[in-house]
C-alpha cells in the first residue's frame, strides 16, 4: 500500500476513534455533573426568588420544573456510567495506539504487513469497545472536548477538518433551523392578529 494512503487511512481511523472517545466521556460527564450543577442552579434561583420577584414569577417555576424533568432524563443513564468511562479509556488507548502507528509508518519506508496487523487489531477493538446509545447533547460536548481540548494537528494533516462539515455538530445546525421557524412563525402571528382569530373559529368549530 502507498505510505501517503495508509497515512491518510490512519489518520482517519484515528478521527474515528478520537472523537468516539470524548464521545463517550461526554457522556459519563453530563450523568455524573449534571444533576448536581441542575440542583445548585434550582437552589439558587429558588433563595434569591424570595427577594426578586422576576425570579418568582411562574414562567421561571415552569422553567426550573421542565430543567428537574430533565434531570429525571440523566438519571436513566446512572447505572451504566462507569461503562462510558471505562468505553472512553479503552478508545483513548486505541488513540494513543494509532498515533504512536503514525509516527511508525511515516518514519519507515513504507507501510509492512506489520503496520497493516496493528491497524487491524486497533479497529477490531475499536469496534468492540464502542456503546452506541449516547445522552443528549454528548456530541456538542464531544466536539469541543476534540476539537478545542485534544492535539489533533497531526490528524488534519492529512484529514483536513472544515469547520461547517466537521467542527460544529449538525444537531446545531437542526436547533438552529427549528428556533428559526418559531421565530418567523411567531413575526408572522404578530403581523397577522386576525389569522390567529380565524383559527380559533376553526378550532371552535371543529
Known amino acids: 500500500m502507498d505510505q501517503q494512503i495508509a497515512l491518510r487511512m490512519i ?5 474515528d476513534v478520537g472523537y468516539t472517545a470524548k464521545l463517550h466521556f461526554s457522556t459519563y460527564d ?14 439558587i ?27 429525571l432524563y440523566i438519571t436513566y443513564y446512572s447505572e451504566t456510567k462507569g461503562q462510558y468511562f471505562q468505553a472512553g ?3 483513548t488507548e486505541l488513540f494513543d495506539r494509532l498515533k504512536l ?23 477490531d477493538a475499536f469496534r468492540k469497545a464502542c456503546l452506541t446509545k449516547h445522552i443528549l447533547f454528548s456530541g456538542w ?9 485534544q492535539q489533533v494537528g497531526w490528524i488534519d494533516e492529512f484529514r483536513k477538518f472544515s469547520l461547517l462539515r466537521d467542527k460544529i455538530p449538525f444537531s446545531f445546525y437542526a436547533v438552529i433551523a427549528a428556533f428559526l421557524i418559531a ?8 403581523s397577522n392578529p386576525d389569522f390567529v382569530v380565524t383559527l380559533q373559529r376553526i378550532c371552535t368549530h371543529e
Request: with cysteine.
Open 30 to 43: 453530563i450523568v455524573e455533573k449534571a444533576p448536581g450543577w441542575i440542583g445548585m442552579i434550582s437552589l
Open 183 to 190: 421565530l418567523i412563525a411567531m413575526l408572522c402571528i404578530n
Open 11 to 15: 489518520a482517519e481511523k484515528a478521527y
Open 89 to 91: 479509556t479503552t478508545l
Open 101 to 123: 502507528l503514525h509516527a511508525q509508518c511515516r518514519s519507515a519506508t513504507g507501510f509492512t504487513s506489520a503496520h497493516q496487523h496493528e491497524l487491524d487489531l486497533i479497529t
Open 45 to 71: 434561583i429558588g433563595v434569591l426568588s424570595l427577594y426578586i420577584d422576576v425570579l418568582a414569577a411562574k414562567h421561571v417555576s415552569a422553567v426550573i420544573t421542565v430543567v428537574g424533568i430533565c434531570s
Open 141 to 149: 460536548l464531544a466536539h469541543k472536548k476534540f476539537f478545542w481540548d
